[in-house]
């Protein structure tokens, strides 16, 4: 019994995989340097908040357990945020309060991205990434035709696949100025 105490969950594994791959996906150079995402720490955030976006709702259109999987994705992120203040020195006093902020600016992109991506809307989609991602009020076409192409992806896997080869995300570099849908 003590043992088991040092096995890997299987399931804890292939989530802190999937979460892995989407944050790697959120660190693709192309996303800073051709879509002009910030490189700071605002615009890694941004670009984290999106890829977990369209996975986490890829997820809830897959039949069960896929439900699960995505509370286990998103505990995984929070967590990874969680370590990132503690690692950047933020006390422990102040980490929940950070953590609460956090939790407010994820769900309030997640809420902001889901109609425009529910609708096909691309043009209210780069609203509201320009003003999330670019803190301005020019829209961020090139984003959210990338963002389009992400969630189609996720539209031509299972659970399966998305747990095993992970998501596939588009190459942004495909997406500057002119790149197609």
């Known amino acids: 019994m003590i043992f088991s105490l040092f096995r890997k969950d299987p399931r804890r594994v292939a989530i802190a995989s999937l979460y892995k791959r989407i944050a790697t996906a959120s660190r693709a150079p192309g996303l800073y340097a051709v879509l002009g995402v910030p490189d ?22 897959l039949p069960a357990p896929a439900d ?30 950070r953590m609460k902020k956090i939790a407010e600016s994820f769900y309030g992109r997640a809420h902001a991205y889901d109609g425009p991506l529910n609708g096909q809307d691309e043009a209210e989609l780069a609203v509201a990434l320009g003003r999330n991602v670019y803190g301005g009020e020019a829209p961020a076409t090139s984003l959210a035709r990338y963002a389009f192409a992400a969630a189609q992806g996720f539209r031509t896997g299972d659970l399966d696949s998305l747990l095993t080869a992970g998501p596939t995300f588009p190459d942004p570099e495909t997406f500057a100025q002119g790149g197609t849908r």
């Open 40 to 61: 700071t720490l605002e615009g890694r955030f941004e670009a984290l908040s999106l890829h977990m976006v369209l996975a986490l709702r890829a997820l809830r259109e």
């Open 68 to 97: 699960e999987v995505a509370k286990d994705l998103t505990d995984a992120f929070f967590r990874d945020m969680d370590a990132s203040l503690r690692e950047m020195g933020v006390g422990d006093t102040v980490v929940p309060k």
